[in-house]
């Protein structure tokens, strides 16, 4: 496919594909039908990425937290990754996806958890796209699996930096989210790459998941390549309202001259 160039878009999206729910109710539907919906809205959706430049994509399929949900519906969600993988990895691999598993994958049934690993094997040379798949993932449960990590290795306090524990991350080695897009409306992160977020960009929209396309997507990207990220500095161009003349002047902006005694 050919790229449509975005100045400034994001290397690396990652979606909260929230509302399959609502989308089924909406219909008088089963929320699952609202998950196969959402299931088939993934293949255009990861179509338009690698059109728009995208070099890794992240989706939320399964939280630490969905277990708790109807056993009908976690049974269904297992089945729509293990059908990902079935019917989908063959097409996926020939396009140049690269796939990876970011959660936990011990909690899956055994010849699941063997098919994800396959699949991420297969695939793991691939180019075109990176595809992280968030199964069983929850923010802060992998802080803990990090924290968990290092001290395993019994590496010293000392040495325990940022770099260190992006390091171990389960997306080790990527570059932290750029932009985060949350479909459904909710004004929240729900724990969603709480570590990597630290600096992302977020984009809320009221559409549920299944009806995100391809003009939507385009669009948040080009919201984005308009925000001005600063990382928590200043730009050049960016001085103080009050034209200060001088730093001494300046200064005087900080206290009232009765509390410098
Ligand atoms: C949140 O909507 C969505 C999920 C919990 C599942 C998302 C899964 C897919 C889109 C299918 C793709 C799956 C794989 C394995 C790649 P919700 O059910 O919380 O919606 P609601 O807030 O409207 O109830």
Do not use: C
């Not at 059109?51 to 297992?78: D, Q, Y």
């Amino acid at each position: 496919m050919a790229e449509t160039k975005i100045e400034n878009g994001p290397r690396h999206v990652a979606m909260i594909m929230d509302g399959n729910g609502r989308w089924a109710k909406a219909r008088g539907l089963p929320r699952l039908a609202g998950h196969r919906a959402g299931t088939e809205n993934l293949r255009p959706i990861l179509e338009a990425s690698v059109e728009f430049g995208i070099e890794i994509l992240t989706i939320w399929a399964f939280s630490t937290e969905n277990w708790t949900r109807p056993k009908r519906e976690v049974r269904g969600l297992l089945r729509i990754l293990e059908r990902m993988i079935r019917r989908e990895l063959k097409e996926l691999h020939k396009q140049g996806v690269q796939l990876r598993h970011i959660g936990r994958l011990e909690r899956l049934p055994p010849r699941l958890q063997k098919e994800v690993l396959d699949a991420i094997e297969l695939t793991k040379n691939n180019d075109r796209i990176v595809l992280n798949v968030a199964f069983d993932y929850g923010g802060r449960d992998e802080i803990v699996h990090a924290v968990r990590e290092i001290i395993r290795k019994g590496i010293p306090a000392e040495e325990v930096d940022e770099e260190l524990l992006s390091a171990h991350m389960y997306t080790a080695g990527q570059p932290d989210p750029d932009l985060i897009i949350r479909t459904g409306g909710e004004l929240r992160t729900s724990g969603f790459m709480l570590w990597q977020s630290a600096y992302s960009e977020y984009y809320i929209t009221p559409t549920f998941w299944p009806d995100f396309g391809r003009e939507e997507l385009y669009e948040a990207l080009v919201a984005y390549s308009q925000r001005d990220r600063r990382f928590g500095g200043i730009k050049d161009d960016y001085g103080s309202p009050y034209e200060v003349p001088d730093e001494e002047e300046e200064d005087d902006f900080l206290f009232d001259e009765e509390d410098e005694e």
